[in-house]
């Protein structure tokens, strides 16, 4: 199966949201999977069309904000095939992390995307465990 990882940090270089969405990446490799992984701010020519399944990471726009920055937003309106992807949709740990995680599903379902799961993921060991788990598959 062909997974997109695609997240979006509040600037361009975000590593702790690189390596989660590395860790994941490894995770869902495990189980066979073959993974692409795209940073919303950089990639921005990139096409979702081709995947089965799309996990998408942010982090708050602050230490006290549950907001999600801009840019995913606008990565996943202008993106070709977001619509009627089925997805997962993870978020950093912060202050109010359950309702930037919240957030991020609005957006994401605003946008036609199917939600399976969503789960706050600490670092990218974590990260690596929930891919390893995560049921990507059509039941």
Known sequence: MNIAIVYAGNSKDNQKLKDI???LSKGLEAQGHVVSIFNAWTDTDARLTYFDFVAVGSCSAGFMSAKINDQLRKFLRECPGASGK???????????????????????ESEGMMLSVSQVVKNANEAEAVGKHLIVERK
């Open 86 to 108: 089925r997805c997962f949709a993870f978020a950093t740990p912060s202050l109010r992390s359950n309702k930037t995680l919240l957030n991020l599903m609005k957006i994401m």
């Open 21 to 23: 969405s590395k860790g």
